[in-house]
């Protein structure tokens, strides 16, 4: 092997071992409680041969057929630039479906999913941190009354940490997860080389047979058993920050062995127990796997194993949450990025806080893991029928697919994961109408951001006048004075409403005017030299246009020191930056609902300064009023 191969390889074993300690904790974390939940949620299972053998079945080929093939095989090659998501699928497919009459399905199915992840983030860590913390009551039962208290405090610090940012914290990721990993798996090969007969379960008539026997039942429990793959889509999500290749290395090489070993190796225990012990066993399988004597550090791991995949889940929502806010869903919040190395990692405050609250309230309301598990999956099923549908426009659209080949793999995945939704939604009573909540409600704020985002430029550029008009009207009749003018414009044509009214309030401009508009692509990231667009207009009017990626941080300032454009370098220091502030008024024109232009009103009062969002010099800016209607 040549040396660039073999340091090709080092590399990408570097970040497959990278990617076990980030990625993949929330779908690690799932044997604390999937296999438990199958046989003792909202509806009991005979613990018996039959039963054990059909769940294990079912799980093998779940963790096949939706992990391994739905999102590491074929979703995870429609990367959108390098990056993965609900949001970064639906820039790439708006991209090529362009502005068809069915485009705005696209973008709607892509916001649902986005909103369901929400729900998702916030059960996550909940039902993770409690059920490995319950683990000290299989160790000792008189600590039940403290499994709650410890689950909260352990829960706030993690919230509270994430200011700090996770480039440290990241360091130790992976030395932890992958020795959890390895833990599960010898766990679960001391009990397979006891009963090797559990691995018939390998075979997909055991599934079927299940379904035959049991029918309803067997349907019902399919709404467990998915807890078995939640965390698919976060694989998706997170491909960005290793690739497609060493995910799928580690995938494939040793995190799915590593879980199929451990769930396989609690159906091997719990066959070779009696009957009483078996029911007891059953309603914590995972802790029962250790000695006695271990069970005490196998909590301990598993608790550090479920914080790490808080932790990610948490940064997922930081992630997708800043998506959305530079793709125009979400309006401008406070971002901090915690890593000078890394601009994935950062942090957004009034998420943070947000979630906080919810976990909290999780934990209080539902008390159990258990309780927990009934609202846990009906988001990640309906986030994953969704992808399904994307991915079937993704087929036809970019891969151009005939319909007759693409047909039959989205029947197939339709199937099954409609399966796990509609078995889902039997859990909506039982805590299910959380996650629903949580998505209609961060459905209703994304949707109603976009539109009234919409409907304002749309009501802007109606009384708006071109720029190179203005300009030459403006330069007999205005008095010039010395420095550099930025208006921030969030059209690419026209005048904006701060040069109109500084001219009609000051009866002045600047030597030099640049109207400022900034745009972010439907790509990740932006080939800094097409970075910055400009038109010149004459008599010192410009037009600028700096374009980023839905990934980048947009900061002015940076962008604009770097060039020698509009006549001159920029100086910070001779520069003002007016910006606009629009009053909203409700008016009788067809737009939104009263009570959705008032929320739309609220976000736009709530949402952080363009000054703040785009690193303008706190002592160069001028805000000027307006008012518009929609």
């Known amino acids: 092997m040549s040396v660039a191969g073999s340091n090709r390889t080092s590399a990408k074993l570097k970040l497959a071992v990278g990617a076990v300690g980030i990625v993949f904790g929330d779908i690690g974390t799932s044997p604390l409680y999937a296999f438990r939940e199958t046989f003792r949620g909202a509806h009991h299972l005979p613990i018996d041969d039959i039963h054990i053998f059909g769940v294990l079945s079912l799980i093998f080929w779940s963790m096949t057929i939706v992990v391994s093939l739905q999102y590491v095989t074929i979703l995870m090659s429609a990367d959108n630039k390098g990056e993965g998501g609900s949001l970064a699928l639906v820039a790439l497919l708006s991209r090529h479906v362009g502005k068809s009459k069915h485009s705005w399905l696209v973008v709607l199915l892509g916001v649902a999913a986005t909103a369901l992840f929400y729900g998702d983030s916030m059960i996550t860590p909940a039902v993770s941190v409690l059920s490995a913390v319950e683990g000290l009551a299989v160790v000792d039962s008189r600590l039940d009354d403290l499994v709650i208290p410890i689950a ?211 934990v209080l309301f539902f008390q159990k893991s258990s309780n927990l598990a009934s609202a846990y999956g009906i988001a990640v099923t309906g986030a994953m029928t969704i992808d399904t549908l994307l991915m079937a426009v993704l087929f036809v659209s970019v891969w151009k697919w005939k319909w007759w080949m693409a047909a039959p793999v989205v029947v197939l995945f339709l199937i099954v994961d409609g399966a796990y939704f509609m078995a889902n939604l039997t859990k909506v009573a039982d805590g299910g109408w959380f996650p629903l909540m949580i998505g209609a409600i961060a459905f ?107 990934m980048e941080e947009t900061n002015v300032p940076q962008a604009l020191g770097n060039q020698q454009i509009c006549g001159g370098p920029f100086d910070m220091m001779k520069t003002s930056f007016f910006l606009s502030r629009q009053t909203l008024l409700s008016a009788d024109k067809p737009g939104m609902m009263v009570w959705r232009e008032k929320l739309f009103a609220w976000m736009m009062r709530n949402s952080t300064t363009a000054m703040e969002f785009f690193g303008l010099p706190t002592n160069r800016v001028v805000e000027l009023g307006s008012q518009v209607e929609i």
């Open 152 to 362: 909260l405090v352990l829960l706030i610090a993690l919230f509270i940490l994430q200011k700090r940012g996770t480039a440290k914290v990241g360091a130790m990721f992976a030395p932890v997860m992958g020795l959890y990993f390895l833990v599960l798996a010898l766990l679960g090969i001391w009990y397979i080389a006891q009963s090797p007969q559990i691995l018939w379960a390998l075979n997909p008539w055991y599934a079927y047979q299940f379904f035959l026997i049991d029918k309803w039942f067997a349907f019902l429990a399919l709404g467990s058993v998915v807890l078995a793959v939640t965390g698919a889509e976060a694989l998706y999500s997170d491909m960005g920050h290793f690739g497609r290749g060493p995910m799928r290395l580690s995938w494939f090489g040793y995190v799915m062995p590593c879980l199929l070993l451990n769930y396989f190796g609690q159906g091997a225990m719990i066959i070779g127990l009696g009957d009483a012990a078996a029911e007891e066993a059953i309603l914590n399988p995972f802790f029962y796997l250790a000695p006695e004597a271990y069970r005490l550090p196998l909590v301990i791991l598993a608790t550090c194993a479920t914080f790490i995949a808080s932790q990610a889940v948490i940064s997922g929502a930081f992630s997708i949450t800043h998506q959305a806010v530079q793709l125009g869903f979400v309006p401008r919040l406070s971002i901090r990025h915690t890593s000078d190395e890394h601009h994935g990692q950062i942090y957004i405050p009034v998420i943070n806080w947000a979630l906080m609250c919810g976990v909290i309230l999780l």
């Open 444 to 550: 209703t704020l994304l949707t109603t951001w976009a539109k009234g985002r919409k409907l304002m430029r749309q009501r802007m550029s109606e009384f708006s006048l071109p720029l190179d008009i203005f300009a030459k009207s403006a330069r007999s009749s205005t008095a010039r004075v010395e420095g550099t003018a930025i208006f921030l414009d969030s059209a690419t044509a026209g005048t904006p409403s701060a040069l109109l009214h500084n001219i009609k309030h000051n009866k002045v401009l600047h030597d030099r005017v640049v109207v400022l508009t900034v745009r972010i692509a439907d790509t990740p990231y932006v080939d800094p030299e097409s970075r910055v667009e400009v038109m010149e207009l004459g008599d010192g009017f410009y037009r600028v246009t700096l374009h980023y990626g839905f």
